[in-house]
């Protein structure tokens, strides 16, 4: 990703930071337009646009991310039948640990069986750094099959 984008990206960029400043410079266009509102915002952002490009290890979109957000949206409308705030707030837990394990690329059903499975062997004086072993980022089941 990043050769291509070292490629690719500079004279993208150049011609679209062109257009920019001509649209700015341009006597027709009304300083109170949006148009003029959003080229100047453009302008004032773009000394960090160009580091979108300087490395080759993340996505230029946020789709996976938008489409974490699309469970949100969808737990909306039924969010109204949770009975309580205590369980809205229950279900917002749940929603984070299964975002969680879809960004982590787990199982979510073998992740809560798991984790359900090993803390219910743990002696209530279990140190919490065990529990936060146990955080989607940090789980890892063949290390917990070990245990």
Known sequence: NLKWREEYAPPILDRIKARLDSVKTNPDVPKDSDLMGAVT???????????????????????LIERMQRLVSLLRRNSLFFGSHKGGETAAMYLSLVVSCRLNGINVMEYITDILNRCASWCPATPLEKYRDLLPDRWNQTKHDKE
């Open 41 to 63: 915002y453009a302008l004032n952002e773009w000394e960090w646009v160009p580091g979108i490009f300087s490395g080759g290890d993340y996505d230029l979109d946020n789709n």
